[in-house]
């Protein structure tokens, strides 16, 4: 399918929410790429300034001289040049007068406090639809689905390079470094759109966002790489374990079976109808039988996208269940203070009767270096 009939399959469903809500119109603003990802969704630009306007009938793109070309080429949307000098908040009053907006939606999860205050000064009544907007970014399209999966595939491909390169004395900024490199050899954008990549030896594994930091990788230390990559705007989640050489703390090597084991247990559980509490419970279970309950304490798995993090989830008390088209990673994790941690994530799409593994490329078991 064309992008085009994605795009417009997408404000078809978005027009439609718009009359169940009695709204005129939805306003969004994205400014200094805070407040992109719904902008993008519908309109398909990608920069750090514009607003967009969409009603029943017309849908609008506002932004200025540096994207004008980039708009005209990324979005099917009627494009209108900013003035020089017009701030977004008097770029959007004059949408709202052109297009007659009386009663409009607005993006209440991502606009700031100041820039909503300024709105609340039109004729407007303004109504929070950042809900109704990840519901339908939920569900993921075909073209999603694909962007997603190679996201993944160079992910896989990027981190099976970037291992043999590992030596002893080899800080965990160095190697977070040379693994992003690899990804933009495999056209990657990027690692995640607004977070850093983890890569945390020894001791430091025991934190599970210990992003790369200044220490150098010791022979023995088992390193947990928690990372992604992007493509098409749309990102991947994964998380590996290695060792330098055969790891100084062998429990490790136990931890990560027990891991395993937890992972594929509540990954079997994937399907429609399956409640997000339900699915964490399964691993939480295999984590406490084996003795390690005490050291699992986060939830098992997110949905993602165009954000690293979205709904739904896998956690205690996630009472909804899965649907088809979900996206979602199963991440069990074992951390022990001052001796370390493991963690194993892939990432999955929901199906009608399971679910696939998009990340099938990247094998999960654990890595000893020949070093």
Request: hydrophobic share 40%; with cysteine; net charge negative.
């Amino acid at each position: 399918m064309p992008l085009e009939s994605y795009m417009e399959n997408r404000l078809v469903g978005l027009r439609k929410k718009l009359l169940e809500e009695k709204l005129d119109a939805l306003l969004l603003i994205d400014s200094e790429s805070s407040g992109w990802e719904n902008l993008f969704y519908y309109s398909g630009f990608h920069g750090s300034s514009a607003v967009v306007a969409v009603t029943q009938e017309r849908a609008v793109l506002a932004t200025d001289s540096r994207y004008l070309t980039q708009a005209a080429q990324q979005s099917p949307f009627e494009i209108r040049a900013v003035k020089t000098g017009e701030s977004q908040v008097a770029t959007a009053g004059r949408l709202l007068d052109e297009l007659k907006i009386r009663r409009c939606g607005y993006d209440g999860a991502m606009l700031c406090a100041q820039t909503y205050l300024a709105l609340s000064e039109f004729s407007v009544e303004w109504r929070d639809f950042s809900a109704a907007m990840a519901e339908q970014r939920r569900h993921k399209d075909a073209r999603e689905i694909e962007l997603i999966a190679r996201a993944a595939d160079i992910a896989s491909a990027a981190y099976l390079e970037t291992l043999p390169l590992v030596r002893p004395g080899m800080r965990e900024k160095e190697f977070a470094k040379l693994l992003e490199l690899n990804i933009a050899r495999h056209d990657g954008e990027g690692v995640w759109h607004k977070s850093d990549m983890i890569v945390a030896s020894g001791v430091r594994s025991a934190m599970p966002h210990g992003v790369a930091s200044s220490k150098k990788m010791e022979l023995g230390d088992q390193v947990t790489v928690d990372y992604g990559a992007i493509f098409g705007a749309y990102m991947s989640d994964l998380t590996r374990n290695f060792s330098l050489g055969a790891p100084k703390d062998a429990e490790f090597l136990e931890i990560h079976e027990v891991l395993l084991k937890a992972h594929r247990d509540s990954a079997a559980l994937l399907k429609p109808g399956a409640r997000g509490c339900d699915v964490h419970a399964a691993a939480a279970k295999v984590i406490a039988d084996a003795g390690y309950g005490a050291y699992f304490g986060h939830g098992l798995g997110h949905s993602f996208g165009l954000e690293i993090h979205e709904a739904p989830r896998l956690s205690p008390l996630y009472q909804g269940t899965l649907r088809c088209g979900d996206v979602i990673t199963v991440e069990p994790g074992i951390y022990i203070p001052d001796r370390g941690g493991l963690r194993i994530e892939d990432d999955y799409l929901i199906t009608e009767d399971g679910a696939r593994r998009l990340s099938a490329n990247l094998p999960q078991e654990f890595v000893r270096l020949p070093l």
